[in-house]
């Protein structure tokens, strides 16, 4: 997801209508390819793009899915400001996030 939308999340009939995009975007992205989910609205967005089973692959901060061609998608807690205040998701949390997306970029 792309915006911000009213009440911080946007309504599940807007996250389909806009997948077709998101389907475009991952479908350019090169095998071995490594995504970032920032949050479960974009998690559950990416597995219905490449039309994954969701219950294959759970949601959870940190966690870590093969996709097809060999993509992987790891999950993060959205960085919003309810997340980051309350101390749901802190900066080293979200560093290590990255730093497992750059080690698996790099190989």
Partial sequence: ?????????????????????LVRE????????VIVA?????????LRALRARPSAHPF???????????RRLL?????SRLNTNTGRLTPAMLKRVFARARH????
């Fill in 1 to 21: 997801m792309k915006c911000l939308p009213p009440g911080n999340r946007p309504d599940p009939d807007e996250v389909r209508r806009c997948n077709r995009y």
């Fill in 26 to 33: 991952l479908d350019e992205l090169p095998q071995g390819a």
């Fill in 75 to 79: 999950d993060s807690y959205h960085c």
């Fill in 60 to 70: 959870a901060h940190g966690a870590e899915h093969a996709l097809p061609g060999r």
């Fill in 38 to 46: 920032l949050g479960r609205i974009a998690h559950g967005a990416v």
């Fill in 104 to 107: 698996e970029i790099e190989g």
